[in-house]
C-alpha cells in the first residue's frame, strides 16, 4: 500500500476515471472486455507555480511547476532531483510519454530520465536516461535502480544528433511484461527484455546534473503484447561456404533478390508502382522487405527522386533497421540520410569509362553523400582500382559475375561485395579454394612510422615505413603556442625527445631545436620534430595514404587548410578518438573520410556480440565515420557484420604477430602496426601467363606462376608454386607444375603458392586455368 490514493482504483494520478467496458458474451453472461485507460494526463496549466499537481511526490531534491511546466533542477550527480506519480497497482503494463526539454546540464554527461514501475515510492525501479550528450554511444539508456540502490545499465543506444537546449523532444516509455521499447520522437531506441524484476509500480521524473523541464504527461493502459526482444535486425545472413579469407559479400541482384541462395543482401529495385505504392522488383515495398526481413540484408536501389518519406515509413512500417539504399544520384542518399541517417549509402558509378580523373573522384562523392561503397560495373573494374578506393576507405561492390570465370576474376580484384543476379556462380567459385587462402594482403597502415626500426613520428621513421611498402603511414598531430601544426603523439615532449615541457606551451622555434631520435639510438642523433607541411609535402604524389588523427582540440580549420595547400586531399584519411572533432570535419570537408577510434571490451553472449555489432556499425553510419577500433574489440562476428555491410576500418594497434594473423583469419583488413616489415615481402596475388590451355589426351604441361609484390612498383619474381584441380571428373591429372590429360572434356586448374607471413602459413591461388583436352 502506497497511502489512501492506492487503495481508490477508480480514481488514479490526476483524477482520471479508470474505465471498463462491459459485454454480453456467448452465454447472455457479463464479460470484461479490456479498454484502454487513461491514467495520466497532465499539461500543468492549472496548477499553481511553485508546486506539484495533486497526489505528485517530491522524492528528493527540487522540483515544481513553473510557467506550465514541471521543471527538475539538479546541480550534480550526488545531487539528483525526484518526483513521483502514483499508479494503481492493478495496472503494470502502460505507455509512458512525456515532452522532456533541457534547460542546462553541467556536461554533456550529465542526464534526465523517465522512471517506472518505481517501488516503494523511492527505490527500486527502472528508467529511460537521456544524456545531454545524446549522440555518445551510451547517451541513450535502460538502466535498474536496484534494491541496493544502485546503478545496473543493461542496454544503451545513441541517438542522431545531442538534444539542444531549449528544444522539446517527446520521450515515449511502453512497458508490457518483461518487454519495454523507448523512444524519442517516435523513433525506438531501446528494444529490451530486461523489465523481469517488477510488474508494477509508479512512474515519475529524474534530473541529475542538468536543469530539466517536463510537459504533456500521458500515462495510458497498455494491453497488447510487445513483439518478442529477439526479432531484431541483428543478425548475420547465411553465406556460401568458403576458405577465402575475407571473401566478397554476395548481394543478390533484382532477379533474384527473393531467390533460394547463399547471398547475404539482396537488391530491391524501389519504384512507384501504378496505384501510387511503392513497388521493390515489382512487388508492394512493405511485402518484399518483410519476406527477406533476418535472412537478407535490404538493399534499395532508388534512382526516382522525392521517395524518401514513403521509403522511410516502409521500413519504420517492418520494423526494418539493418538496410542499405544505393543510387547513381548522390542527391537521393543525401535526401534519404537527413531523415534516418542510420540507413547505409553507397553510389552506383554510371559512367561508360573509369580514368584517373573519374577514379580520384569517387571517394570524394562517396563520402560526401555520407556513404561508404560504390558499385561499378565489372567491365571498369581492376585490382589496382579496388586497392586506390580501399586506401581512402570506400568499399568496392562490383557488378557483374554472370559466369564462373567472371565471378573467380571480381574475387581477385579484391572486391568487398558480388552483385549478381547469378549468386550460383559465386557459390560454386567459393568452394574451390583451399584452407587459409588471401585474396591480397591487408591494408597496413604504418603506425607512426616503424616505431620497431626509427624513432617514431620522424621523417626517418615515415621516409623507411614507404621504403617497406606500407599502404598507408599514420601520424599524430599537434599544435604549438604561437599555431604551428607539429607531429607529436604525446601532449609533451619529455617521452620521445631529449627536452620537456607541453607541445601547447612551446614555439615552433622551440619545438625544433629538440632532438626526437637520440632517445631511440645514436643512429638518428639529430632528428628533428617534423611539421604536419614537411610531412605533407614528402609524400605529395607518392602511391600512398596519409592517416591523420588530430590530438589537439580545435585544429580542424587549420589541418584542412594545409591539406588544401598542399593538394593533397586525394591523400589524406582522418581520424579521432573525439567524435565531435571528426563530426566537425565532416561539417568542414565532407569529401574526406574519417574514422571514429575507440576501444571497449567484447561481449559474451552470441545475441549480445551482434547486437553490439549492430550498434556500432549504425553509430559510425549516423555520424559518417568508420569504426576504427582496437583489435582487441572486435571479434569474427563484428568483422563479418562490417563485411556485409560494406564498411572498411583500420584498427590498432599491433605489436605480436598472434593475434595479428588470428585477426586477418577471423577478416580483418586494416591493421596499424609498429612492424610494417613483418608484411613486406609478403605477395599480393599470383599472375599466370595464361588462362586457357588445349591439350591433346596423352599430353602434358607445365604451368608456372609468378608473385605479384607491390602496388607501387608493379614488381613480380619466380615463386614455388603447384597446381590443384576441383571436380574434373578424369580428365586430367596435376602433379607438382604439371597437367596431363587423360580424357576428352574441360577441367578448371588453380596455381597455389603457400607461403609464411605473422609466423603462419597462407595460401595465394590464382584464378583457375581453363584446360580443353580433346582427342
Not at 539508456?141 to 537546449?165: D, H
Not at 515515449?172 to 519495454?180: L, W
Not at 604536419?532 to 591523420?548: A, I, W
Amino acid at each position: 500500500m502506497k497511502g489512501k490514493f492506492k487503495t481508490i482504483s477508480s480514481i488514479v494520478a490526476s483524477s482520471t476515471l479508470a474505465l471498463s467496458l462491459f459485454v454480453t458474451g456467448p452465454q447472455g453472461k457479463i464479460q470484461a472486455e479490456e479498454e484502454t485507460v487513461e491514467l495520466v494526463n497532465e499539461s500543468f496549466e492549472n496548477v499553481a507555480d511553485g508546486s506539484l499537481p495533486e497526489h505528485w511526490n517530491l522524492i528528493e531534491g527540487n522540483a515544481e511547476v513553473q510557467d506550465g511546466k514541471l521543471v527538475l533542477t539538479s546541480p550534480a550527480t550526488s545531487s539528483p532531483s525526484r518526483v513521483s506519480i502514483p499508479i494503481a497497482e492493478e495496472y503494470g503494463d502502460y505507455m509512458f510519454e512525456a515532452d522532456m526539454t533541457f534547460v542546462s546540464a553541467v556536461e554533456n554527461t550529465r542526464w534526465a530520465s523517465l522512471m517506472y514501475r518505481i517501488q516503494n515510492e523511492d527505490y527500486p525501479y527502472y528508467q529511460f536516461a537521456i544524456r545531454k550528450g545524446t549522440s555518445a554511444l551510451n547517451g541513450l539508456e535502460f538502466a535498474t535502480r536496484n534494491a541496493s540502490n544502485r546503478w545496473a545499465v543493461s542496454e544503451t543506444n545513441f541517438y542522431k544528433e545531442n538534444f539542444e537546449y531549449g528544444k522539446s523532444y517527446r520521450l515515449k516509455v511502453i512497458v508490457s511484461g518483461d518487454r519495454v521499447q523507448q523512444f524519442v520522437d517516435g523513433e525506438l531506441v531501446i528494444d529490451t527484455d530486461g523489465a523481469t524484476q517488477w510488474s508494477n509500480g509508479d512512474v515519475g521524473f529524474q534530473a541529475s546534473g542538468s536543469t530539466v523541464q517536463f510537459d504533456n504527461v500521458q500515462v495510458t493502459t497498455y494491453n497488447e503484447e510487445l513483439p518478442p526482444a529477439e526479432d531484431s535486425d541483428a543478425f548475420l545472413p547465411q553465406e556460401a561456404e568458403t576458405n577465402i579469407i575475407n571473401p566478397p559479400t554476395i548481394i543478390a541482384g533484382p532477379d533474384t533478390a527473393s531467390g533460394e541462395n547463399k547471398a547475404a543482401s539482396a537488391i530491391l529495385k524501389v519504384e512507384r508502382g501504378q496505384d501510387g505504392t511503392l513497388e521493390a522488383n515489382g512487388e508492394p515495398l512493405n511485402e518484399e522487405l518483410q519476406s527477406i526481413k533476418n535472412e537478407k540484408i535490404a538493399v534499395l536501389h532508388v534512382e526516382e527522386e522525392g521517395l524518401q518519406e514513403e521509403i522511410v515509413q516502409s521500413l519504420e512500417a517492418t520494423q526494418t533497421t539493418d538496410v542499405h539504399l544505393v543510387s547513381s544520384n548522390a542527391a537521393i542518399v543525401e535526401a534519404i540520410k537527413e531523415i534516418k541517417p542510420q540507413i547505409r549509402g553507397g553510389l552506383v558509378y554510371d559512367g561508360e569509362s573509369l580514368n584517373k580523373n573519374d577514379l580520384e573522384k569517387i571517394p570524394f562523392d562517396v563520402h560526401s553523400s555520407k556513404s561508404k561503397v560504390v558499385l561499378i560495373p565489372q567491365k571498369l573494374l581492376s585490382q589496382e582500382i579496388v586497392y586506390y578506393l580501399h586506401n581512402r576507405m570506400v568499399a568496392v561492390w562490383g557488378i557483374g559475375g554472370d559466369s564462373l570465370a567472371s565471378t573467380h576474376e571480381l574475387i581477385h580484384m579484391g572486391v568487398d561485395g558480388v552483385v549478381t543476379d547469378n549468386p550460383e556462380y559465386s557459390e560454386e567459385a567459393f568452394s574451390q579454394y583451399p584452407e587459409h587462402t588471401i585474396v591480397q594482403r591487408p591494408i597496413v597502415a604504418a603506425h607512426r612510422g616503424v616505431p620497431s626500426l626509427a624513432p617514431e613520428n620522424t621523417m626517418a621513421g615515415y621516409k623507411l615505413a614507404y621504403d617497406l611498402e606500407a599502404d598507408m603511414i599514420e601520424t599524430d598531430l599537434h599544435m604549438t603556442k604561437d599555431g604551428h601544426v607539429i607531429v607529436m603523439h604525446d601532449y609533451t615532449v619529455d617521452r620521445t625527445t631529449d627536452g620537456t615541457g607541453a607541445v601547447k606551451d612551446m614555439t615552433l622555434e622551440e619545438i625544433k631545436k629538440l632532438d626526437a631520435g637520440i632517445k631511440f639510438g645514436e643512429e638518428f642523433a639529430g632528428e628533428p620534430v617534423p611539421t604536419f607541411k614537411e610531412f605533407l609535402q614528402e609524400f605529395k604524389g607518392k602511391d600512398v595514404v596519409l592517416l591523420v588523427e588530430l590530438k589537439a582540440y580545435d585544429i580542424e580549420e587549420q589541418v584542412l587548410e594545409e591539406i588544401k595547400e598542399m593538394d593533397m586531399m586525394n591523400q589524406v584519411v582522418l581520424q579521432n578518438f573525439d567524435l565531435e572533432s571528426m563530426k566537425t570535419f565532416n561539417q568542414l570537408e565532407p569529401k574526406l573520410a574519417t574514422g571514429y577510434l575507440f576501444s571497449a571490451g567484447a561481449p559474451d553472449g552470441d545475441q549480445e556480440k551482434l547486437d553490439n555489432a549492430k550498434k556500432m556499425v549504425d553509430y559510425g553510419t549516423t555520424w559518417n565515420v568508420t569504426l576504427n577500433a582496437s583489435y582487441r574489440t572486435v571479434y569474427e562476428e563484428f568483422l563479418t557484420y562490417m563485411r556485409q555491410r560494406g564498411m572498411l576500418s583500420m584498427h590498432w594497434t599491433f605489436r605480436d604477430e598472434d593475434p595479428f594473423a588470428d585477426k586477418l583469419r577471423e577478416g580483418l583488413i586494416g591493421p596499424i602496426t609498429d612492424y610494417t616489415q613483418w608484411l613486406t615481402h609478403s605477395p599480393i596475388n599470383l599472375e599466370t601467363p595464361i588462362k586457357k590451355v588445349n591439350l591433346k589426351v596423352g599430353k602434358s604441361r607445365d604451368i608456372n606462376a609468378k608473385a605479384f609484390l607491390s602496388y607501387r612498383t608493379g614488381e613480380t619474381e619466380n615463386i614455388e608454386t603447384e597446381l590443384y584441380t576441383m571436380n574434373n571428373d578424369g580428365v586430367v591429372k596435376v602433379e607438382g607444375n604439371n597437367v596431363e590429360a587423360l580424357s576428352p572434356g574441360t577441367a578448371q586448374v588453380f596455381v597455389k603458392h603457400t607461403f609464411t607471413m605473422l609466423d603462419q602459413e597462407w595460401n595465394l591461388v590464382s584464378e583457375p586455368i581453363q584446360v580443353n583436352v580433346s582427342e
